[in-house]
């Protein structure tokens, strides 16, 4: 499965984690393009911290969802990144234009889920000769 | 006739997908021919893992409905 993932957002990440816990059980191979709004969230000072990130829909129900996401035991996106990566193999790349963008040039500037900073002829390549390719 | 089971995941309490990562990783703990028991109160769970048990291969012995939540039975291939 190839999955760009184009969103910063605390709801689409959230979505993003679910969908990748899916595929940890399934043990498909995930290969995850993270472009320009999305390479904001992996920023170390950024992260699965719920104060720095905005939601993409109903931005007026942050709270809210975050109260049912904490009564209903959900992990935070990185948490779900991070089981899916244990339990399949799941590689995260970071596109080095939207890492240029919010002030990332090198991997340590990412979260340590990351794996590599590449060009956008790997995530073509990869959506060419995916299976499943998901837009988020 | 009861079913004995060899391991029992309890995953109550958490929601999709926590049940199904939750059984993922436990059948990789047993035997094959040994029988896991998933306890889930997260109705999706109810479709999901069996559906999954199927696909890896795995035979699904049925689920119990308890209060409140479900015992899940598979046999490990």
Redesign the interface.
């Known amino acids: 499965m190839t999955l760009a993932l184009f969103s910063g957002s605390l709801d689409k990440l959230t979505a993003a984690g679910?969908i990748l816990?899916?595929a940890?059980?399934?043990?498909m191979d995930v290969d995850l393009f993270v472009l320009l709004q999305g390479a904001r969230a992996f920023k170390k000072e950024i992260g699965d911290d719920p104060n720095k990130l905005e939601m993409a829909e109903y931005p007026g129900l942050k709270a809210e969802f975050l109260d049912s996401l904490k009564t209903?035991?959900?992990k935070s996106w990185i948490e779900f990144f991070r089981?899916a990566k244990e339990?399949t193999n799941v590689k995260i790349h970071i596109c080095g234009l939207a890492g240029k963008i919010w002030g990332g040039e090198k991997l340590e500037d990412f979260v340590d889920i990351a794996d590599d900073i590449c060009g956008i002829g790997e995530y073509i390549e990869s959506a060419q000769n995916a299976d499943v390719h998901l837009f988020i | 006739m009861a079913i004995e089971a060899t391991k029992i995941v309890d995953a109550r309490?958490?929601?999709?997908?926590?049940p199904?990562?939750a059984?993922?990783?436990a059948i990789g703990e047993i035997k094959s021919g040994d029988i896991m028991e998933v306890l889930s109160s997260d109705e999706a769970t109810k479709r999901d893992v069996p559906k999954?048990a199927a696909?890896?291969g795995h035979e699904y012995l049925g689920t119990i409905e308890e209060s409140g939540y479900f015992k899940i039975y598979m046999k490990k291939n």
């Open positions: 679910v816990g899916g940890a059980a399934d043990d209903l035991k959900v089981e339990l | 309490g958490t929601a999709c997908p926590g199904l990562l059984a993922k990783k999954w696909k890896k």
